[in-house]
């Protein structure tokens, strides 16, 4: 298959962009890794090298694997890096508009006009995000779902303005990484999170009205629903957080519809700092890793 770009920029360094950024390595990609504290980038990739490990111990990828992340991934901490000729960069920061908006500003400032900017947003507008930008035809939305190295799935997003040739090149590259791209217009929530919001947000009404307890209700849906994970597991794995910043995203993109109104339970727990497997305690409690 030939690669629709040859260079790929990851900016944020957490779960989802370091996972970016070690299949897109893998895949072949020259690929450069920003994150602005240097710090977080190390723990990011110990945590890429790690994983390198486990996979060629468990016969899950071949000891080549090593080599390609050696070649092909390098960090920084130096935003001027980005601006020095990437065919593509990749923003995958929390879910926050106005930090999403300003990172493209500045990286719009130092790239070459050439170079494709796309959001691994959840749920924010890339009409939206590409308007921050003089480059709306080359911007698009790109959603990988966590953990990146084992998902398919990968939601191409279309904004108001981004040009379809950038879309098709998007869904090659998608495919090029070993995923399975679905081509969705921009729309809040896209496909998948929007469909989850029901998901989610029933599984957490239920457990408010005291209908029954959080194990039950996971081990339904993953019993007779054939689910691979419960509501409660999966928003763990996901990060509180992160699920109560989507649907907040959500509930204001719709106007405050009050089928996709957040529950006060998701409030509470990210303010007691109880976000799920990353902090040891969510609707479970975790032994350290």
Not at 57 to 73: F, M, W, Y
Not at 150 to 163: A, F
Not at 231 to 254: H, K, R, T, W
């Amino acid at each position: 298959m030939m690669k629709p770009f040859n260079t790929v920029g990851v900016i944020g360094s957490g779960t989802m962009g370091a996972g970016i950024a070690q299949v897109v390595a893998l895949a072949g990609y020259k690929t450069v890794l920003y994150d602005v504290n240097a710090e977080i980038l190390q723990v990011a990739l110990t945590r890429i090298e790690q994983a390198i490990a486990k996979g060629i111990q468990k016969g899950k990828l071949s000891p080549e694997a090593r080599t390609l992340i050696d070649e092909n991934l390098r960090t920084t901490h130096d935003l001027q890096v980005l601006g020095q000729g990437l065919d593509l960069i990749i923003e995958a920061v929390p879910e926050d508009l106005a930090l999403k908006c300003r990172i493209f500003t500045d990286l719009e400032a130092i790239c070459p006009e050439t170079t494709a900017f796309v959001s691994n947003t959840s749920s924010l507008s890339i009409t939206a995000l590409g308007a921050s930008t003089q480059r709306s035809a080359q911007f698009a939305g790109l959603h990988f779902f966590n953990p990146v190295p084992q998902m398919k799935l990968v939601e191409v997003i279309q904004g108001k303005q981004t040009d379809l040739t950038l879309i098709q090149k998007l869904r090659t590259f998608a495919e090029s990484l070993g995923k399975t791209p679905v081509t969705a217009k921009d729309t809040p929530g896209f496909i998948v999170n929007r469909v989850a919001r029901a998901f989610y947000g029933e599984a957490i009404r239920l457990l408010d009205e005291g209908v029954t307890d959080v194990s039950t209700i996971d081990a339904i849906m993953k019993g007779e629903g054939g689910f691979a994970m419960g509501p409660f597991e999966l928003m763990d794995l996901i990060g509180i957080d992160v699920n109560f910043a989507v649907s907040q995203s959500v509930y204001e993109a719709f106007f405050q519809e009050d089928r996709f109104r957040p529950h006060p339970i998701q409030q509470q727990m990210v303010e007691a700092g109880y976000l799920g497997r990353k902090t040891g305690k969510g609707f479970y409690t975790y032994e350290p890793a």
